[in-house]
């Protein structure tokens, strides 16, 4: 199957700096990248979907100048977590879906913990 | 909006017995997928099994398969001779056609019994 690889896995930073999280497709051209969030013991929530070349469609109540995404390229995306703060604190995963139609399958990364402290 | 709801948070089988996971989802769209997704300790999401909502016949994969009722919007997912590697938490997700943005369900914690 596709690969799509997410770096860092762990990131611990200090409240009021920036973090920025990478999710590349590694074998396979990516058009649109999701990013989720997930809470402890809890499920996966659309944060936005990230389109290569235009800007990100954002989910309701995520704000947009917080997380910050860019999809430069067809097999990059970045979110970017500005001036984070400990209710930050989360899991984000990204995924990324493979352009044939036919046999829609979405890849995930493995997944970012972040720590705000 | 479309919904997807796990009335399960927790399941423990007996290891080679079998177990059904629940899943029930809420959509407007006509054409649609469904998955089950699990997610091990390690946090990193894998695909069990996918369905596509124009297809009748029940999709399986070895030891996996789904009871698929569309009339029902009902999902479940049975696992046969459980093991191990199947303790994990289990996602049931739905994508409509032409939009690959999945609705999660909260999830079912499967505990397998050695």
């Known amino acids: 199957g596709a690969v799509v690889s997410q770096h860092p896995s762990r990131v611990i930073c200090k409240s009021g700096t920036s973090v920025k999280i990478e999710c590349r497709s590694l074998d396979f051209q990516a058009t649109t990248m999701f990013w989720y969030r997930q809470f402890p013991k809890q499920s996966l929530m659309l944060m936005a979907t990230?389109?290569?070349?235009?800007?990100?469609?954002?989910e309701q109540g995520v704000e947009k100048d917080k997380f910050l995404i860019n999809h430069a390229s067809l097999t990059l995306s970045t979110l970017t977590v500005t001036s984070a703060h400990p209710e930050d604190s989360s899991f984000y995963i990204c995924?990324?879906?493979?352009?044939?139609?036919?046999?829609?399958?979405?890849?995930f990364g493995q997944g970012t913990r972040l720590t705000v402290v | 909006a479309q919904t997807v709801t796990q009335s399960q948070p927790e399941m423990s089988v007996q290891e080679a017995e079998t177990v059904t996971l629940s899943c029930t989802y809420d959509?407007?769209?006509?054409?649609?997928?469904l998955f089950w997704y699990k997610q091990p300790p390690s946090r990193q999401m894998i695909l069990v099994i996918r369905q596509e909502a124009y297809k009748q016949q029940n999709a399986t994969e070895n030891r996996f398969s789904v009871n698929f009722q569309k009339a029902a919007k009902s999902f479940s997912l049975k696992i046969s001779d459980s093991q191990l590697g199947d303790a994990a938490m289990y996602f049931c997700a739905l994508a409509n056609f032409g939009n690959e943005k999945l609705t999660f369900g909260t999830g079912t914690r499967l505990t397998i019994i050695p």
């Open positions: 990230s389109n290569e070349g235009s800007k990100a469609t954002y």
């Open positions: 959509t407007s769209e006509s054409d649609y997928y």
């Open positions: 995924s990324a879906t493979f352009p044939d139609r036919a046999k829609t399958e979405a890849f």
